[in-house]
């Protein structure tokens, strides 16, 4: 089962794990959206993910 983040852009961050999808939609953001990295923290990124 694969795990999703779909970010407000249209960027969709994939992984196997929370951990692993976290990663990727924080590198994402940090190239993307930096201000947007600064206003989250951890513990919202994990209430994004969307199970598949
Ligand atoms: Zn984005």
């Known amino acids: 089962m694969a795990k999703v983040i779909n ?21 994402h953001m940090a190239t993307d959206h930096p201000e947007l990295l600064s206003s989250v923290d951890r513990q919202d990124l994990y209430g994004w993910i969307q199970q598949t």
């Open 7 to 27: 970010c407000e852009c249209g960027f969709v961050a994939r992984g196997d794990t929370d951990d692993e999808v976290v990663e990727v939609i924080q590198g």
